[in-house]
């Protein structure tokens, strides 16, 4: 990742304009490895984020909203007895290095001023938060506590003096001048100057008329480079993040641009084919990189077990309907039993007592049949024996084909369930999932305490607007379904569906007494490319899409959760796709 010396350059330039001389009002501590900071400035609240998680460590301004756990980490206390109502007098880089220090100046119990310095080390797996009193040099506390153990060099514990991590013998990138002779290599390059990442080496190098050659050096790295700081300065560098959008069936239903794969305060050059977003401050920036991407990651790792459970649950319904088809299959075999018991009950004088089978006449075509017998039985008994089999498959036929039918709505339900977790985009649209699967028993319903905590959540269907402006509606899950299509739509609105493939409702809502009849076909074929771009087959196209007026459209009693069936429907073919008014 780039949060590089560079960057952290960057946002030291940009928290010095915007919070020095701040007020504390506020300490949280979202997560383990997380702090958010409420600090209050002559131009209003603003909110510092600073994480050292290995993935994810940065500081900088933040705009997002966060999950706060109901009793405070011990952390978090201790920051609100030492930093809560003080005021911050001074941010600073340490040197070329991912460090950052806000020293603040606040009261204790006393009422005596003293002073503190918040440290907030950026180093990948070994990031940390440390609070320090700058008149002792001793550590109050760090986030993560360091013994011995783990550390031998450095001990980061309450009472210990602060040692700030080993120096690296490179020329630190604010040293480089315009005459500073660098090689063409961008390790060489990496190795020779302190706080650039791999990213930014490149970069440097990407003009350069010989790459890759340790041995050969020029200015030209380093003009670039000074070029670069020069703009940080100056305040005209455009921060930037690329979007790679290749993956478009993971990003349809967000609507967003596409997964963040990498940002900084310049172009980069390597990634000039992926999507570009700029941003007016790097805290902006860095705020949408990292934000965007852990929700990524987050709604990976929670979809992943609830697809697989609700996957191993589509497999056994298939195979349920394999065995019930081919137990169909053999019940409807059964007449030869009727035929069996009939020949038998015809030739009973002919069977001769204890034999295995009997050869008859069958009357309806003349030809000779053998029909197996239970040697312990009478003939008369082997014929009633064979009656109700007959009677017991027929029976058979009438609960298998039942079953059958309930467990292809089973099947059905299940893969519009597989279809909305692979659509989901944010951890809450994949909790309303799992509360779904809970009421209908697919999956273990959770403490009750856990569940009074969470409060329900609202729907909050996908909207759209079409070239007339008449506004369209889409289900994000079948709870969202049901509830757009009994409860929300009108009877005259229009309801929109993929034909036999998992996907949203889609609801056109008419107004001023419109009905489908006064629809032109441009807005109903346009309104079922958003239906086709919201189902399983989004990334295809020519999908069959069926709409009908919402009257037609019924919920079965009992029925599972988006299942409806309806009548009077036609059918349009076209290609999945999204106005750009969302």
Not at 490 to 508: E, N, R
Request: a positive charge; hydrophobic letters at 35%; glycine letters at 6%.
């Amino acid at each position: 990742m780039a949060y590089d010396g560079i960057i952290t350059y960057a946002i030291t330039r940009e928290l010095q304009d915007r919070i020095t001389l701040g007020k504390i009002e506020k300490v949280y501590q979202p997560g383990p490895e997380e702090l958010v900071v409420l600090i209050h400035t002559r131009n209003g609240n603003v909110r510092l984020f600073i994480s050292c998680n290995s993935q994810s460590a940065r500081v900088c301004l933040t705009t997002g909203s966060y999950t706060n756990p109901d009793q405070p980490p011990t952390f978090c206390m201790l920051l609100r007895k030492h930093l809560q109502g003080g005021r911050i007098t001074e941010i600073r880089q340490r040197g070329s290095e991912r460090i950052i220090e806000i020293d603040i100046e606040a009261q204790n119990e006393l009422g005596f001023s003293v002073s503190r310095r918040l440290i907030a080390e950026i180093m990948g797996k070994h990031s940390n938060i440390v609070l320090i009193d700058i008149e002792s040099g001793k550590i109050i506390d760090s986030i993560k506590r360091i013994s011995i153990d783990v550390n031998r060099y450095r001990q980061l514990l309450p009472g210990f003096v602060y040692q700030y991590p080993p120096e690296q013998d490179k020329l630190p990138f604010r040293a480089v001048t315009s005459e500073t002779a660098l090689p063409h290599d961008d390790r060489a390059l990496m190795s020779r100057i302190g706080g650039i990442s791999p990213s930014i080496s490149r970069e440097l190098l990407a003009e350069c008329t010989e790459q890759h050659n340790s041995s050969v050096t020029s200015t030209e790295p380093a003009m670039k480079l000074v070029r670069i700081l020069a703009a940080i300065d100056s305040g005209t560098a455009v921060p930037r993040v690329y979007l790679d959008d290749s993956s478009a069936a993971a990003n349809r239903i967000s609507g967003s641009a596409g997964v963040p794969k990498e940002f900084h305060i310049t172009d980069l050059t390597e990634y000039e084919g992926l999507t570009r977003l700029d941003f007016a401050g790097i805290s902006e920036c860095v705020d949408y990189f990292y934000s965007n991407r852990e929700t990524s990651n987050m709604v990976r790792q929670k979809s992943m077990p609830l697809l697989k459970t609700v996957q191993a649950a589509h497999s056994k319904a298939l195979l349920k309907k394999k065995k019930l088809s081919e137990d169909l299959l053999s019940a409807e075999n059964s007449d030869k039993f009727r035929l069996y018991g009939e020949l038998l009950t015809a030739n009973i004088h002919n069977v001769r007592p204890g034999a295995r089978k009997a050869t008859v006449t069958n009357y309806y075509d003349g030809s000779l049949i053998d029909i197996p017998l239970d040697e312990k039985i009478s003939a008369s008994a082997n014929a009633q024996r064979y009656f109700k089999k007959y009677s017991k498959a027929r029976t058979a036929i009438h609960e298998k084909q039942a079953q059958l039918e309930d467990n292809e709505r089973d099947i059905a339900y299940l893969e519009s369930v597989m279809q909305n977790i692979e659509s989901a985009q944010t951890v809450p649209l994949l909790e309303s999932i799992r509360d779904e699967l809970e009421q209908t028993g697919y999956v273990k319903r959770r403490a009750k305490a856990s569940q009074r905590k969470r409060k329900p959540s609202r729907p909050e269907p996908y909207r759209y607007k079409l070239r007339d402006g008449t506004t369209v509606l889409v289900g994000r899950n079948n709870i969202e379904n049901d509830y757009l299509t009994t409860k929300l739509a009108a009877k005259t609105d229009v309801w929109l569906h993929t034909k036999d493939i998992p996907g949203s409702h889609v609801i056109i809502r008419l107004e001023d007494g419109r009905t489908l009849a006064d629809l032109p076909a441009e807005i109903i074929y346009e309104a079922a490319s958003i239906a086709a771009y919201h189902s399983k087959a989004g990334s295809g196209s020519n999908v069959p899409v069926d709409y009908v007026a919402v009257r037609y459209v019924k919920k079965p009693a009992g029925s599972k959760p988006g299942m409806v069936i309806f009548t009077h429907n036609s059918t349009v073919y076209v290609d999945p796709k999204i106005p750009e008014s969302k």
